[in-house]
């Protein structure tokens, strides 16, 4: 089964950047569309950004412009770039595989463990 693996996540100054990956254990990545999301303390999940297999991106309105989604097919991996990090990112953040317009796509193991983002002085 397909499992979604994301590291990079830190405490964090605002105004400072993180590099979040994603490792999917699947042999046909490249077939996959992908979205982060991320979840804050006492809020739903909510998408932050994607990427189809083409590479075409899209990008939430609360992180347009700062955050940066890329993929690379030969590693099995998209990474998130977030930079100008403020309070209200903080968040786990999750990777999962997509459909071309941004649904989740449910499967046994749709949400992995996460990575913790903290931005605070």
């Known amino acids: 089964q397909v499992q979604f693996m994301e590291s990079g996540g830190s405490l964090v100054q605002p105004g400072g950047s993180l590099t979040l990956s994603c490792v999917v254990s699947?042999?046909?990545?490249?077939?996959?569309?992908m979205g982060w999301f991320r979840q804050a303390p006492g809020k739903q999940r909510e998408w932050v950004a994607r990427i189809s297999t083409t590479g075409n991106t899209n990008y939430a309105d609360s992180v347009k412009g700062r955050f940066s989604i890329s993929r690379d097919n030969a590693k099995n991996t998209v990474i998130l770039q977030m930079n100008s990090l403020r309070p209200e990112d903080t968040a786990v953040y999750y990777c999962t595989r997509t459909t071309l317009a941004g649904s989740v796509v449910y499967s046994p193991n749709t949400w992995g463990q996460g990575t913790q983002v903290t931005v605070s002085s």
């Open positions: 699947t042999t046909t990545f490249n077939d996959y569309h």
